[in-house]
């Protein structure tokens, strides 16, 4: 079965400063999506990037981008520049293009704090 | 873009009782939908699939017979918790995909109902 680990469950960051979310999942198949949504206190989950496992480019989007490692089954998200509204839970997640149900498989979630 | 409708955002009711949460896929057609459940400060579990004009599947651990799922158009999904009880308190989130197929796309969630049991 798949897994998806994100070993820092609280990290900060000053404001404008750059922080890095660690993400790692466990996979046997080669074709995949993977993606970060973030959750702020008001509990709605967004979609901040994803990434087609297919694809060697790293996704980006405006101040997020991520550095996907397929081999080494990695996918860390960067936000750059951080702003208050950064401030949330990351999860990471995997779903499998195998599965019919194509059902997701969420990580554990980092808390990101950002310092004014 | 694509919105999630779900009601109620919060709900309280008494030991025993009944109480249904609806997801709505407002400008979109939602063949599956997804129910998870959150712990305070944890991730998101996921309990079942919502299928259109067919059972849900639920993952292991979930009681079928008390987390009742029914999908009966392409944007209404249903939950019920039937007798609920104080360990059924928690957050649910629905979510939906608008397309299916290699060109995956992300889930939309719902805003979660807030379920209190007393």
């Known amino acids: 079965a798949q897994t998806v680990t994100q070993s820092q469950p609280e990290m900060s960051v000053q404001e404008a400063e750059t922080v890095t979310l660690s993400c790692t999942y466990d996979?046997?198949?080669?074709?995949?999506?993977l993606f970060w949504y973030k959750q702020p206190p008001s509990r709605q989950m967004i979609l901040v990037i994803r990434q087609e496992a297919y694809k060697q480019q790293n996704a980006t989007e405006n101040r997020f981008s991520v550095n996907f490692q397929k081999a080494a089954k990695s996918f860390s998200l960067k936000i750059s520049d951080s702003q208050l509204g950064d401030a949330a839970m990351y999860f990471c997640a995997y779903v499998s293009m195998k599965t019919s149900y194509d059902k997701v498989i969420f990580g554990p979630g980092t808390s990101l704090s950002v310092i004014p | 873009g694509a919105v999630v409708s779900q009601h109620p955002s919060r709900v309280i009711c008494k030991s025993g009782t009944s109480v249904k949460i609806e997801c709505r896929s407002l400008d979109f057609q939602a063949t599956t939908m997804f129910w998870y459940r959150q712990f305070p400060k944890k991730s998101l579990m996921l309990m079942a699939t919502?299928?259109?004009?067919?059972?849900?599947?639920?993952e292991q651990g979930v009681e079928k017979d008390k987390f009742l799922i029914n999908h009966a158009s392409l944007t209404l999904s249903t939950l019920t918790v039937t007798s609920a009880h104080p360990e059924d308190s928690s957050f649910y989130i629905c979510?939906?995909?608008?397309?299916?197929?290699?060109?995956?796309?992300?889930?939309?969630f719902g805003n979660g109902t807030r379920l209190t049991v007393t």
């Open positions: 996979t046997s198949e080669s074709d995949y999506y």
């Open positions: 979510s939906a995909r608008t397309g299916t197929g290699r060109f995956h796309s992300p889930l939309h």
């Open positions: 919502s299928n259109e004009g067919s059972k849900a599947t639920y």
